[in-house]
């Protein structure tokens, strides 16, 4: 078996066995989706609210994996000391990568597949043409969140991780439009929001998966330059030890 | 030699931690470096693992660069960390099938975990093994990839004698396979039991390197004996024609030639002053008494 096999192995038995690491990725998702589908309190802009919510639980699904999932079990194996003992190992920094790379991914696959099989029992049917911008915005969105998560794992202990990790996540959460659309926020907030990277991906994914909506230019501007600039910052300030 | 340290310096900003070592450690043998905590044990051993650059000196393991070479080095060597390094959700068989999966010819997992006693707790979480049990799977970890080398900081630290026992025992077997052994540790005993080759370091130098028996035959031309009434000293000198002083608390040297006729003087002495000696000794000295002269260590064998 590979290295990079072993790795990823270790790291699907570990995140498995984590049940506050489901919650985040599939338990707050879901909840999110069904709640906000069937319970009518959103100001959305559609006809039905699962229209809105469904593409943007999608992007939520993506922040809880690749920033709070990623960060918080990056900064603890850091405090554990678990990386500075692999990298005495023959692992190497870029198998190391590529495991925690495929085990987001393999995450995300998962999480897509139950959300959107969710959201068509709710009665979402998006336009198939909107899946391939829809799966590019969530690939920079993976990107970004990944770097800020990282970034954050690499420098901070893992404590301080953890609360700073979930209260990002919380404030994304509310002023994302991950529930709530942006242009429903008073407008100062709304500004701020555009420029952080959870609104452009919502503005992608709910532009694209929905019938006779389109993305706005600045979505795509915004989230290339935070997937570019937060892996690189991570890369540049990530300390092992 | 498969290390060899030449006037290695370690900084950490203006902190000069390790402070111009030299030594070197063979194939087949365990050496150790013994030294009070703070002495630039871990900072030694960290730099020979790759993670500490040296500010100046050079050293080479295998005949590689620790730092500039550190990739090929990881397949032939082994390392333990003072500690840490295993996630406590994972469990002992998982780690060691994780690091096996590194290697192109590990050693059988199941066997390596009989070896280190530790099959029945193979699928115990690791936060609920005891710290014995969590040095003897860190030390597992590093002897799956059949290094050449194992580096092994303060591998016996706070561990029960079963523990220490079986730990020796595995160092004596990978001695006697061939490989090189570089144990830190500032546990005397530990280094009495354990120890080919002996160096010994303070305040980030090296005070003293050699073989148990140079080290302690070095000394081997003083007299040594325990006495806990007060003693007369002077008197004691100019009877025995060499002097005499106190070195700690009731243990006293006389320096000069050891012999018999010495040891004959020094009870006849004592007789007729009416002191009984716990001990007196020639040459031969433990290296606890090596150490305490060395160090200025004094009392505190064990500094934790």
Known sequence: MSAWASQLRTEVALASRQGEQLLVSLGIPLLVLVFFSLVDVVPVPTERAVDYVAPATLALAVMSTSMVSLGIGTGFERQYGVLKRLGASPLGTGRWVAAKTTLVVLTEVVQLAVLTGVAFALGWRPPMAGWLPALAGLALGTLAFAGIGLLIAGTLPGLVTLAVTNGLYLVLLLTGGMIVPVDELPGPMAAVSRVLPAAPLVEITTGSLTPDASVAPWAWITLTLWAAAAPLAAVRWFRWE | ?304
């Open chain 2, 1 to 304: 030699m498969v290390v060899e340290v030449r006037d290695l310096v370690i900084r950490y900003g203006d902190l000069v931690a390790v402070d111009g070592v030299s030594f070197s450690a063979r194939a087949g043998a365990v050496t150790v470096i013994l030294g009070p905590n703070g002495a630039g044990k871990t900072s030694t051993v960290e730099h020979l693992e790759g993670f500490r650059p040296a500010a100046a000196g050079r050293s080479r393991i295998l005949g590689m660069d620790p730092v500039l070479d550190h990739r090929h080095l990881v397949r032939r060597v082994g390392i333990m960390l003072q500690e840490g390094g295993i996630q406590p959700a994972i469990r002992p068989r998982e780690v060691l099938r994780q690091y096996a999966g590194f290697f192109d010819d590990p050693l059988d997992v199941d066997e390596l975990l009989d070896s280190v006693g530790l099959a029945h707790r193979s699928t115990t979480t690791v936060r609920r093994l005891s710290g014995g049990e969590r040095q003897r799977l860190s030390l597992a970890l590093a002897l799956v990839g059949r290094p050449e080398v194992v580096l092994l900081d303060e591998p016996t630290a706070g561990i029960d004698l079963e523990g220490r026992e079986l730990i020796r025992s595995t160092l004596s077997d990978l001695r006697r396979e061939g490989t090189g052994v570089l144990v830190t540790t500032h546990d005397l005993d530990e280094a009495e039991r354990i120890a080919d080759h002996v160096v010994v370091v303070d305040g980030g130098r090296v005070v003293a390197e050699g073989s148990l028996g140079e080290l302690t035959g070095e000394r081997s031309t003083t007299l040594w004996f325990r006495c806990h009434d007060p003693v007369d000293l002077e008197a004691l000198g100019a009877a025995l024609g060499a002097p005499a002083r106190t070195v700690g608390s009731g243990t006293h040297v006389v320096d000069g030639p050891a012999d018999p006729q010495q040891i004959a003087r020094l009870g006849a002495w004592l007789a007729e002053q009416g002191l009984t000696a716990t001990e007196i000794r020639a040459g031969g000295s433990r290296l606890e008494d090596v150490y305490r002269d060395l160090t200025g260590g004094g009392n505190d064998r064990s500094a934790s």
